[in-house]
């Protein structure tokens, strides 16, 4: 309402009318002086320095009706003007449609924190366009408690909930769990999804028992664009540049001529592969001039037939280069009595790789009538990366002696091509039976897939004497060539009810339900071994194809098949399945301010597998049928308007991965694993409480605790076996009990222009597991190495992580800024199977930037920086031996033995953004 007739000046704050929410961006201008500004990001306005009259005061949203004002200002005071805009009519003929609530707010994100049945944190999708990040992987590292596991890939992949490794989350869209195209695990790679086709983000920290039990952690929600009220486009493209390859030649290879399928596929059973079975052309990296990423995204969306059919689109293709300097030490104990490392190996790393993704997102949903919606929903997600990987290998534990300046070294080039494919559609629908009875139900389709054809890996020896080459040729086993894929999946059929009665007074809501999944996994692995023939050479030096004497680069070499019906026997070679029904009870009501959610899930899991080559085991298949009871209790307390108290407790599983229980041996790249087929699912008892304080629709504080009591947490270790030379073995294994527990802190705060948003978690866990010793004898002989227990973290656990952003949003000039800082403290790295020598990563700081400015015709420019620091990653042992000192790049002026350093430099992305609403 205005509030003073005569003012020099006018302010006030604009929010929804219905829902209270504040609006950011709505246009106030006087008509007769056509000046005007936008309202800032807590919802507010400011017109200073107005000549005294009477003018019309116009205040103006998109989707929202306009409102036009008469004042009268003066020289002599100020005026408050609140505007409560309401939406557009969105009534139907015939029947009653309320047109639905915009949730890619961030307003909406703190409705959603402060309304939820269970803890929540909520990344909105305009929080999500102005922040620096264009995938998933990257917007989730930026919510309260969140990491990202960067182990395995030059960028993250995998969410780290409460500093709990990858395997204690599960991933859903829409609320629809979807399958893994990870070869081994169950857990979804986040960096597929381009972040321009989701609505929100949301995280659950806590579970209800209409949610899946296998969540120790939390859960991560992908809600993707739902169909307008009114048409819609959004359009941007950009392009942008990595700073590695100022110094560095971006690298790639011809993928023309590659086979999907490998030799043994391609024919008969017991076919005996020849070199023609192996094109030439994928051996040759080449440089790739100037490599300029490129983005592109479309949303359209409109609704029809009287606004009952809703439609929306959204596609998304993008074509990124990354890469990164990696040095790597390997290393070994010494037997000093002292369980020091000794180190053996160095490896000089430069990885390349262009990373090409396209999303395709529709959304159909039909509203029969009032009472009966149905709603088809459909996606397909590729992600596609050409990988060059070159490694110079030098040998520190038998040749390296500075003194006569004879080095023994080994060069190694890997040319990878993977392509990993995910497709969902799920059908949907909601069914109001009675005034206080509803039903609804999916029925899903999901399926994952996951291809590395025709990897082929190449090394050859270059040995120094007197620092210069006296020989370099292709080594006996000089090749390889690996053909690698699996499926996943999924047919799901959930039934929910809900009945809303009035008990002794209360509105009370009980639902009840289930679900049917099946689940089949398949499994392939084929490796054949190659070498190179000079056949004009004396029979003994045949093998030996020396570089710039009998070949120059890859293709001119010829080959020969050392096994050739390859190495498809191996634990890789499988198929699984997993089928689960579940069923649940829930109540929820209110007592005064007090609500009450409460009930029970079951869930019966059938998980099995066959091996195709069981060598070595007694049967070809097993497999594991267990029953989980897993109750839940969900307190909500509501206190002065602004406050609420949470408190929850759950019962939660973790299953094991689909290859953690083949008993069968794989060959990766550093060592061998092995699955465990007495491996026990682990299960956990979860407890929560949190503040939470909401002073207005934008700003918010919040405190939680977490406890969490795992039995049989499932840890990978090396162990030994009985399997000859592979008798050391990379394993899942069970302890006896982990504890997890920590405290988190979030808080937003806007005003007229700035804005913060900041979290931070501290977290402790600890689990023992039994080690092995290495030593000698008081008389100096080697004693056998013997088990000893050790407590330490859970793997991935930091006990550091925050972020803290800084927002800018220019009223009057239309520009909007963001930086962005990450921390992620000391975290376990590796799991030794020896005392003292598990392997720790480095704490770091990340920092981001993006920019954009807005133009009144819809479009905007925008600028995104990443990883501004240039940050490292560095592993190392936290302890060490003097007797390292000496190697290269290892100077030790510390305690930690270095295992290793990477970095991957800046990128930018610049672009252009349209929005047009009507």
Not at 242 to 251: E, P, V
Not at 367 to 379: E, F, G, I, P, T
Not at 573 to 582: G, L, P, R
Not at 845 to 865: I, L, P, R, T, Y
Request: charged fraction near 20%; proline fraction near 4%; glycine fraction near 6%.
């Amino acid at each position: 309402m205005f509030s003073s007739a005569r003012a020099a000046s006018l302010q006030g704050k604009i929010s929804d009318k219905n829902t209270g929410e504040m609006l950011v961006g709505c246009t106030v201008y006087l008509k007769e002086l056509k000046t005007g500004t936008v309202s800032g990001l807590d919802g507010s306005y400011s017109l200073k320095n107005i000549p005294s009259g009477r003018y019309t005061l116009i205040c103006s949203y998109i989707s929202y009706k306009t409102i036009e004002s008469p004042v009268n200002v003066s020289e002599t005071s100020a005026a408050t003007y609140n505007f409560r805009l309401e939406p557009q009519d969105t009534d139907l003929e015939e029947i009653t449609v309320t047109g639905h609530q915009d949730k890619s707010t961030e307003s909406s994100a703190r409705s959603s924190e402060r309304n939820a049945s269970n803890i929540i944190n909520v990344m909105s999708a305009r929080a999500i366009e102005l922040s620096p990040d264009l995938d998933v992987s990257n917007v989730v590292q930026r919510m309260s408690g969140v990491t990202l596991d960067k182990n395995s890939s030059i960028s993250g992949q995998y969410a780290i909930l409460r500093g709990m490794d990858k395997r204690y989350n599960y991933t859903l869209i829409n609320g629809i769990k979807i399958p893994s195209t990870n070869n081994k695990h169950r857990y979804v790679s986040l960096d597929m999804f381009p972040s321009d086709l989701v609505d929100r983000v949301e995280v659950y920290k806590s579970l209800t028992p209409d949610l899946e039990g296998d969540a120790v952690a939390g859960v991560v929600n992908l809600v993707m664009k739902d169909a307008p009220d009114r048409q819609l486009v959004l359009a941007n493209a950009s392009v942008g540049y990595s700073a590695f390859f100022t110094d560095h030649a971006m690298q790639s290879f011809d993928k023309s001529g590659i086979n999907k399928k490998s030799p043994y596929e391609l024919h008969e059973t017991g076919y005996y592969a020849v070199p023609a079975d192996f094109p030439t052309k994928n051996l040759d990296a080449k440089p790739v001039d100037f490599p300029v990423d490129y983005h592109g995204g479309l949303t359209w969306g409109n609704r029809f037939l009287k606004k009952r059919l809703g439609y929306i689109f959204s596609g998304s293709y993008s074509s990124f280069n990354k890469g990164k300097s990696s040095l790597l030490f390997s290393n070994t104990l010494s037997y000093d009595g002292n369980n020091l490392p000794e180190l053996t190996g160095m490896n000089e790393r430069i990885y390349t790789e262009n990373q090409k993704s396209y999303g395709v997102h529709n959304k159909l949903d039909y509203r029969v009538n009032d009472r009966h919606k149905l709603q088809l929903y459909a996606s397909y997600m590729n992600f596609a990366t050409t990988q060059v990987r070159e490694t110079d290998k030098t040998n520190l534990s038998t040749s390296y002696d500075p003194d006569n300046g004879t080095i023994s070294r080994s060069h190694q080039t890997r040319l990878q091509y993977n392509i990993q494919d995910l497709i969902n559609t799920t059908l949907q629908g909601t069914h109001q039976l009675k005034r206080n009875l509803d039903v609804s139900w999916s029925a899903v389709y999901s399926k994952a897939k996951n291809q590395t054809p025709d990897q082929a890996t190449i090394s050859y020896d270059t040995n120094l004497k007197n620092f210069e080459r006296y020989n370099w040729y292709i080594d006996f086993d000089g090749s390889s060539r690996l053909w690698r894929h699996n499926s996943d999946q999924d047919m799901a059929a959930y039934l929910n009810f809900r009945y809303m009665p009035f008990i002794w007074g209360t509105k009370t809501e009980i639902k009840v339900g289930g679900l049917y999944r099946e689940k089949k996994r398949e499994s392939f692995y084929n490796n054949y071994t190659l070498k190179a023939v000079v056949s004009s050479k004396p029979a003994d030096l045949i093998y030996y194809a020396e570089k710039d004497v009998d070949w120059e680069k890859y293709s001119d070499i010829t080959w020969k098949v050392y096994n050739p019906r390859g190495s498809v026997a191996t634990g890789e070679t499988f198929d699984a399945h997993e089928n689960v029904i579940a069923g649940y009870g829930m109540v929820q009501f209110e007592v005064r301010r007090l609500q009450v959610i409460g009930g029970v899930r079951v869930e019966n899991t059938d998980q099995g597998y066959y091996m195709q080559f069981p060598i070595g085991q007694p049967r070809p298949d097993g497999k594991q049928v267990y029953t989980d009871v897993l109750p839940s209790l969900s307190l909500k307390y509501q206190f002065g308007g602004k406050h609420n108290f949470r408190g929850s407790y759950y019962r939660a599983t973790n299953k094991p991965g689909f290859l953690e229980i083949v008993p069968c041996p794989v060959v990766e790249d550093d060592f061998t694993s092995k699955g465990n087929p007495d491996i026990n699912h682990a299960v956990a008892d979860n407890a929560d409480l949190r503040w939470e304080f909401f002073p207005n629709q934008l700003d918010q504080f919040m405190v939680g605790l977490f406890y969490k009591h795992i039995s049989d947490p499932i840890e990978y270790a090396f162990v030994t076996t009985s399997t000859g030379s592979q008798n050391i073995v990379y394993s899942p294994q069970n302890a006896d009990k982990a504890l997890n527990k920590g405290i988190e802190v979030d808080w937003i705060k806007y005003f007229r222009q700035l804005g913060v948003k900041a979290n931070y978690t501290l977290t402790g866990s600890s689990i023992t597991t039994t080690k092995l010793a290495r030593t000698r004898d008081e008389n100096g002989n080697i004693v056998p190495d013997f088990e000893i227990r050790q407590t330490r973290p859970l793997y991935g656990q930091a006990e550091h992580v925050g972020n803290i952003s800084i927002l800018y949003k220019g009223t009057n000039n239309g520009t909007n800024g963001q930086l962005s800082f990450s921390y992620t403290g000391e975290r376990l790295y590796t799991v030794s199977q020896y005392i003292d020598n598990d392997l720790w990563q480095k704490g770091f700081w990340q920092m981001d930037f993006s920019v954009e400015k807005s133009f009144h015709n819809g479009f905007s420019m925008f600028a995104k920086a990443r990883n501004l620091l240039n940050t490292p990653v560095v592993v190392y042992i936290k302890r060490t031996n003097p007797a390292n000192a000496e190697f290269p790049y290892h100077s030790n002026n510390d305690k930690n033995t270095l295992v290793r350093d990477e970095y991957s430099r800046q990128s930018i992305l610049v672009g252009i953004r349209y929005k047009f609403n009507n």
